[in-house]
């Protein structure tokens, strides 16, 4: 099929596509702008990232921790009962 007539076809299906990437580029821009008119919104944007990615990693270490705690007895075990 070609990619014609697989637009053709589909095109009811990946209406939204084309209209998110319209959206999220309009949002861009907006942001942008904004930024450039207001500098402190690029700081609160970092920030805001960096608390996220620190969230994230405490949480993904904290996840960890529960799941070595859980399974430390299991290393230990030589041999499998059937």
Do not use: T, Y
Not at 49 to 77: F, P, T
Request: with cysteine.
């Amino acid at each position: 099929m070609r990619m014609r007539e697989f637009l053709i076809c589909q095109a009811g299906e990946f209406d939204f596509l084309w209209k998110s990437q319209v959206l999220m580029g309009l949002l861009l821009v907006f942001i942008g702008i904004a930024i450039a008119v207001f500098p402190a919104i690029l700081v609160g944007l970092v920030a805001a990232g960096l608390i996220l990615a620190g969230a994230s990693l405490i949480g993904g270490g904290w996840r960890l921790h529960r799941l070595w705690r859980h399974n430390k007895g299991v290393a230990d075990i030589d041999k499998f009962e059937w």
